[in-house]
T-cell receptor, first 109, second 115 residues
Framework: DAKTTQPNSMESNEEEPVHLPCNHSTISGTDYIHWYRQLPSQGPEYVIHGLTSNVNNRMASLAIAEDRKSSTLILHRATLRDAAVYYCILRLNAGKSTFGDGTTLTVKP | EAGVAQSPRYKIIEKRQSVAFWCNPISGHATLYWYQQILGQGPKLLIQFQNNGVVDDSQLPKDRFSAERLKGVDSTLKIQPAKLEDSAVYLC???WGEGRTDTQYFGPGTRLTVL
């Protein structure tokens, strides 16, 4: 399975931007990059996904490197409610995808 | 729209006992997933259904775990007999299909403690 690599943990101050990196050097040309986050005691929730171009939605932005071997999830202004585990996964054909252990984001007031 | 429903939310059993979890996916979603999430780790896929057929069960411990999705809607996951290492949160998710852009919607999970 295609794998992703993320830092175990990151810290941010409230109201500041956060850049969460993800490496996926074995990505193939048709794999989509998805980001999910998991708040404490909840199931993961979808954040954003993309293929080649940068993507924006109401929750976040996704910046994808030109060679697609890495991507960055950008939270423009972190709030305390953004404290969660963030997962970067590759979504292959037939719905296959593998979650790693994610990045635990701590937001300090 | 209603989200993915799971029950029970919590379950405590002793080792060697049996347990079953139930999942009701979002209406119309053809693909259903069961994940196991051990504390401190990311979710691990146990089984994936497309309608009522199994697409991937390569990581399902088939000697003790079983799952079914009757009529392509609700699903149950059973463990028989349970071991201590089965203590985890069991997450159910669903999506419209198996496409690379299809979003998975997760339920709240069932926290299983095996004593």
């Amino acid at each position: 399975d295609a794998k992703t690599t993320q830092p175990n943990s990151m810290e941010s101050n409230e109201e500041e931007p956060v850049h969460l990196p993800c490496n996926h050097s074995t990505i193939s040309g048709t794999d989509y990059i998805h980001w999910y986050r998991q708040l404490p005691s909840q199931g993961p929730e979808y954040v954003i996904h993309g293929l080649t171009s940068n993507v924006n939605n109401r929750m976040a932005s996704l910046a994808i490197a030109e060679d697609r071997k890495s991507s960055t999830l950008i939270l423009h202004r972190a709030t305390l409610r953004d404290a969660a585990v963030y997962y970067c996964i590759l979504r292959l054909n037939a719905g296959k995808s593998t979650f790693g252990d994610g990045t635990t984001l701590t937001v300090k007031p | 729209e209603a989200g993915v429903a799971q029950s029970p939310r919590y379950k405590i059993i002793e080792k060697r006992q049996s347990v079953a979890f139930w999942c009701n996916p979002i209406s119309g979603h053809a693909t259903l997933y069961w994940y196991q999430q051990i504390l401190g780790q990311g979710p691990k896929l146990l089984i994936q259904f497309q309608n009522n057929g199994v697409v991937d069960d390569s990581q399902l411990p088939k000697d003790r775990f079983s799952a079914e999705r009757l009529k392509g809607v609700d699903s149950t996951l059973k463990i028989q007999p349970a071991k201590l290492e089965d203590s985890a949160v069991y997450l159910c998710a669903s999506s419209w299909g198996e496409g690379r852009t299809d979003t998975q919607y997760f339920g709240p999970g069932t926290r299983l403690t095996v004593l």
